[in-house]
């Protein structure tokens, strides 16, 4: 499912993601407010909205120490799957392919 | 603090209370900048610069945490430490680097402090692994061992160590700086892609001298270093070096990243006129205050101490008798281990490169075993390769066999070293944060192809480097065959180079032609590896028979079916 695929560009979506400062777990910004370690309970944008979260959420970031390195991707929603188009954003969100045993992807 | 310092006898530099404090003052000073950035005292920005003097990365997954392994040698107790480290604090494993270093890439920032402080309990530390500072002094792994060394470079990289780590006017450089030391005719080290690469031989005399290779470099632009002087007495060791180095702080291009290493400097001003502004420099700077005092050599050659070897005879009976019994074994020996400069020993390299494994990557049990066989057959001391293997430098010949049994229980023993499976790769997109395509997954698919070891050392002398992007890490530029991740509209491509070279001989690959899928680059290998064996000439190497009849039939064969 390559980026470039422009005919289905309606339905990328964005979440907007960081490391925890203390230990560094990806994490997802959470509807409502606050932050998950799972992609599938994280907020999804229009491209629209994504912009104005993501300065939200890094001022939020910056201002309780809670998350560094803020910012969007993109992602769709294949047959209820939330899957991230770029592989660096699909690694992060599961772990290393080469150690299925860690990682988040270990603990689903 | 509890010191756990290494024994003497070992053949590892002992630390002595300066060395100490200052390391322990290091951990201290982290543990209250990690303090007052989770106390919001200090902004991300602030901190950053910060943490990453002390060697913790932030990638994909979490912290990953680069420890300094100065020039490669550790002991077998620092080799126990990382192992505990890894099993408390990481995930049970961690991965050795083509910079002799180690990695763990699950380390949380509020546990660093306190990794530090243990690290320092056994002489070790994070520092000098990031930053544009001068980085840990690379070297032959078989330094103090091989019998073709003419000058043990260990004790010049401990120098470089001891003169840079609190130097003033290395602190903020343009840029970060790698300097490799060699001291035999092999090149074991790749000294000329180094920002610094020396060459220690000796003249007539039998007096120590360097020869100087500046300006060499990987990553976005490669370039190979240029000789800017064949002989350096010893005594101006360090004031040569400092005077390229202020070269470098004068007019490095500080105003563009992508320019900023020396090897740029070096290729704009012109090797000519590069070495004539060191020249000027080390003129001027020439004198009491630099001049490295035989006495100060000798000091530290003192602290190395080394290993109390037993007076032996080479290829005693019972290795060969064993040799001839079992030919795993005998291939493993052919293959894996290299003539010691001391009668009856030899050094053994532990190959991290199992077929289908991660280069590397070693867990926590197989570090406490190699500990135990350092302690059991190498006078507790071993060495990390460039390669990214292990290696006991000084085993008994007469007791390779021991040694070698416990490395096969323990999938210990591939016989790959220098061969098609011995591949070194880059972490790429499975953890590097600047990644465009994934590295170790190739490499394990390569290494499952050609996991026959007899087919393996048919082939011979082929090494193949993959790196995840154009950074390098993993010297793809350098490789017999190299291999780059790119991206391509969001999809893992890769490059394929043929004909580079790390030995002295030093050549940068050629690009072969467009880049092709992960499975599509498997399968070219093994094209290119046909058309070498069936154009090789008796004695040839894959480089060898490449420069003899050029990339045509291997680009034929490669992209016949595109
Ligand atoms: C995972 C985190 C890593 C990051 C962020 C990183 C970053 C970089 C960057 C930015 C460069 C290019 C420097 C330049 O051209 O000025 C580079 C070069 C290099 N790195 Fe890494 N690297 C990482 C891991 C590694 C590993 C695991 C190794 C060893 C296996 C390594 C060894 C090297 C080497 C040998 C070079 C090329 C030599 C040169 O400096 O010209 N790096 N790295
Ligand atoms: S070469 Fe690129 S992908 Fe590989 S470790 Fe270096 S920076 Fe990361």
């Known amino acids: 499912m390559a980026l470039s695929d422009k005919s289905r560009n309606e339905a990328v979506l964005k979440a907007i993601t960081a490391n925890r400062l203390r230990d560094g777990e990806v994490i997802f910004l959470a509807p409502g407010s606050g932050w998950v370690e799972r992609l599938d309970d994280a907020a999804l944008f229009e491209d629209s909205a994504a912009e104005t979260a993501l300065a939200a959420a890094k001022a939020q970031a910056e201002g309780e120490q809670f998350a560094v390195d803020v910012y969007t991707f993109d992602l769709r929603v294949v047959d209820g799957q939330r899957v991230p188009v770029k592989t660096r954003e699909r690694i992060r969100a599961l772990g290393p392919t080469v150690r299925i045993d860690l990682g988040k992807q270990a603990a689903a | 603090m509890n010191h756990i310092a290494p024994g003497r006898n070992a053949g590892v530099y002992s630390y002595d209370d300066i060395d100490r404090r200052f390391v322990a003052e290091r951990v201290e000073q982290f543990r209250a900048q990690v303090e007052r950035r989770l ?242 420099e080390f003129a001027r700077l020439r004198g009491p205050k630099y001049r490295l005092a035989p006495e100060v050599v000798d000091e530290i050659r003192r602290r190395f101490g080394g290993p109390a070897y037993e007076t032996l005879t080479d290829e005693p009976e019972s290795f060969q008798a064993a040799k001839a019994a079992n030919p795993d074994f005998a291939r493993w020996v052919a293959v894996n281990v290299l003539a010691h400069k001391v009668p009856g020993y030899a050094a053994a390299t532990i190959s991290l490169k199992p077929a289908g494994g991660i280069p590397g990557d070693a867990t926590s049990e197989q570090m406490e075993l190699i500990a135990d066989l350092a302690d059991a057959h190498s006078f507790g001391e071993l060495r990390v390769s460039h390669a990214q293997n292990l290696v006991l430098a000084h085993v008994r010949q007469d007791e390779l066999f021991t040694l070698w049994t416990a490395l096969e229980a323990n999938g210990l023993g591939t016989p790959n070293a220098g061969l098609i499976g011995d591949i070194i790769a880059c972490p790429g997109l499975d953890y590097c944060a600047l990644a465009n395509a994934r590295s170790i997954p190739l490499a394990q698919a390569i290494s499952a192809r050609f996991a026959d070891p007899a087919r393996q050392q048919t082939i011979g002398e082929l090494g193949i480097k993959i790196s995840g992007c154009i950074n390098a890490c993993g010297h793809h530029h350098v490789g017999a065959i190299g291999i780059l991740g790119v991206d391509k509209k969001g999809e893992e491509f890769y490059q394929i180079t043929v004909g580079g070279d790390p030995t002295l001989t030093t050549a940068i690959g050629d690009i072969l032609g467009p880049a092709v899928t992960a499975d599509e680059t498997v399968d070219a290998i093994e094209a290119i590896v046909e058309v070498y064996l069936s154009n090789r000439h008796d004695g040839e190497r894959f480089i060898d028979t490449l420069k003899r009849v050029g990339h045509g039939p291997f680009k034929e064969r490669v992209y016949a079916a595109h």
């Open chain 2, 39 to 280: 106390s919001g005292e200090l902004t991300e920005d602030e901190f950053k610069p910060l943490r990453l003097m002390n060697g913790l990365y932030l990638q994909l997954h979490a912290y990953m945490l680069r420890i300094a392994v100065p020039y490669g040698v550790l002991t077998a107790q620092q080799l126990r430490k990382l192992a505990e480290i890894g099993r408390k604090y990481d995930k049970g494993y961690g991965h050795f680097t083509t910079r002799q270093n180690l990695q763990f890439n699950w380390i949380k920032l509020e546990d660093t402090p306190a990794i530090l402080h243990e690290l320092a309990e056994v002489d070790m530390h994070a520092l000098q692994t990031s930053g544009n500072c001068v980085r840990n002094v690379t070297t032959d792994q078989f330094v103090g061992a091989a019998r073709d060394e003419v000058v043990d470079g260990r004790v010049y990289a401990e120098i470089l160590r001891q003169w840079t780590t609190l130097h003033p006017e290395f602190t903020f450089l343009p840029r970060k700086f790698k300097i490799a030391i060699m001291g035999s005719d092999a090149d074991r080290a790749a000294i000329r892609v180094h920002d610094v690469g020396v060459f220690a031989k000796r003249n007539e005399r039998g007096e120590v001298g360097f020869t100087f290779y500046v300006g060499g470099g990987l990553g976005r632009s490669p370039f190979i270093g240029k000789l800017v002087r064949d002989w350096v007495p010893e005594e101006d060791f360090v004031a040569y070096l400092e005077a390229i180095l202020r070269v470098y702080n004068q007019y490095g291009r500080r105003d563009n990243i992508y320019k900023a290493r020396i090897k740029i400097l070096v290729h704009e001003l012109g090797q000519e006129k590069f070495t004539q502004e060191v020249e000027e």
